[in-house]
């Protein structure tokens, strides 16, 4: 596609349920990142994704969050038992390879209630 | 670790007018990158100038131009001639040359254009 796209746009859900966050990157882009962005806050890494393998995700806050890339192009973060602390807007990026310049996608606004 | 941070929560500037936007950072490496995003209220990050460490000469894009100051670990935004559609938050943003490929932000700066 254009740009990199990422669904919903917008996301409420109870406290406690599980939701799936989509990131479908620019095409060819062999590199992928999720950021969690707090309110007030600068963006935070979550996990890097070169092809279909996690290269770094030293960024996951917990074991309730977890991300695939099965077929090294669409991505999927998925949150477990989710809290209100983990309201939201999470950010997807992609670029053609590791040393070039991301695109970001516009995010999802998760809220939590 | 590296941190970034911008010491300006918010900043106002008249349209024409220049301002200047302030971020330093902290790092023990020699070698990296150094990013201005902007976020308009469509949420989505738009680089907007880029500098590689090992490079003395200042970037510049457009109306866009960075003061880089390594020894100081001090990377200023000049957005020069203003425009209204300037307006948004400004996120400062440090990347290791080698290793992790993540970004590491500061806070932001809220920049508003006045008419």
């Known amino acids: 596609g254009a740009g990199v796209s990422q669904t919903p746009s917008n996301k409420v859900t109870e406290k406690g349920k599980y939701v799936e966050l989509r990131c479908d990157p620019i095409s060819g882009h062999t590199a992928l990142y999720w950021y969690r962005q707090s309110l007030g806050q600068g963006p935070e890494f979550l996990i890097y994704f070169q092809g279909t393998g996690a290269a770094d995700d030293s960024g996951l806050p917990n074991d309730r969050f977890f991300a695939v890339r099965p077929e090294g192009s669409v991505s999927t973060l998925k949150i477990q038992r989710t809290e209100r602390g983990d309201s939201a807007v999470y950010l997807c990026?992609?670029?053609?390879?590791?040393?070039?310049?991301?695109?970001f996608g516009s995010g999802t606004r998760l809220t939590v209630v | 670790a590296q941190t970034v941070t911008q010491s300006q929560p918010e900043m106002s500037v008249q349209e024409a007018e220049t301002v200047t936007l302030s971020c330093t950072y902290d790092t023990s490496e020699s070698d990296y990158y150094l990013f201005w995003y902007k976020q308009p209220p469509s949420r989505q990050m738009i680089l907007v100038i880029r500098?590689?460490?090992?490079?003395?000469q200042n970037a510049t894009e457009n109306r866009f131009s960075v003061n880089f100051q390594k020894a100081a670990k001090s990377f200023s935004l000049k957005i020069s001639d203003s425009q209204l559609g300037d307006a948004a938050m400004y996120f400062c943003a440090y990347r290791s040359r080698g290793g992790s490929e993540k970004l590491v932000f500061g806070k932001g700066t809220k920049l508003t254009v006045n008419p």
């Open positions: 500098q590689e460490a090992y490079k003395q």
């Open positions: 990026a992609s670029s053609p390879a590791a040393l070039y310049g991301y695109t």
